[in-house]
């Protein structure tokens, strides 16, 4: 089935230890978003990609860094990981840059941060 | 600045009764979609509904309904003939013409036998 999947699911890094996390659907869809929900809160949009035009919210920290080197992956970074990172990060597709489709959500990969 | 707000942090519905989860937004767009979304526990992130700022019907999805009031600003979910299984975290959320999409702070639904 085509979908969403983020690898790993659970991650676990060190206080200041770069981490990457991974994204990758068989969606072929334009538009791949970053977000970070915390514990009983609202899914933060961090940045999306539209094809290969990267857009950044401006309130995301530099620590946030993300690459997409093709249609199927996209990555994000965290340079310097903080306590407060600790976070399930989430991985989404959307088809077009057409407010009316929705997303589809990856599993998400829960970041502990020790 | 865009704006989704849940104000109902959390709600009891007695099962096979019918319930509304409220969500008002603020945008300067023109062009914009609404959507509800279903968590569960598991944390996985469901789809249920869409509305377009331009549709003139309200959406409907099986037992999911949007009330759609465009002048007041909201986009109501109503989920008839309630189900156990329906017991999750429930988001608003909007996606600009720019691909970004905000999401409200979330509705607790609890489904009581």
């Known amino acids: ?114 | 600045a865009q704006k989704i707000t849940q104000t109902q942090p959390g709600m009891f519905v007695q099962e096979k009764e019918a319930v509304t989860l409220d969500c008002t937004y603020d945008t300067s767009d023109q062009s914009y979609g609404l959507f509800w979304y279903k968590q569960p526990s598991s944390g996985e992130m469901i789809f249920l509904i869409y509305q377009g700022s331009y549709d003139e019907q309200n959406a409907t999805e099986g037992r999911y309904s949007l009330n759609f009031q465009k002048a007041r600003k909201s986009a109501n979910l109503v989920i008839s003939a309630s189900q156990l299984g329906d017991s999750a975290m429930y988001f608003c959320a909007m996606r600009r013409s720019s691909n970004q999409f905000y999401f409200g702070t979330g509705t607790s639904l609890t489904v009581i036998p």
């Open chain 1, 1 to 114: 089935d085509a979908m969403v999947i983020q690898n790993p699911r659970y991650q676990v890094t060190q206080f200041g230890k770069p981490v990457t996390l991974s994204c990758s659907q068989t969606l072929n869809h334009n538009v791949m978003y970053w977000y970070q929900q915390k514990s009983s809160q609202a899914p933060k949009l961090l940045f999306h990609y539209y094809d290969k035009d990267f857009n950044n919210e401006a309130d995301t920290p530099d620590n946030f860094q993300s690459r997409r080197p093709n249609t199927s992956f996209c990555f994000l970074d965290i340079r310097s990981p903080g306590l407060g990172d600790a976070a399930m990060y989430l991985c989404a597709t959307s088809s077009r840059r057409d407010s009316g489709n929705e997303q589809y959500f990856g599993p998400g990969t829960r970041l502990t941060v020790t």
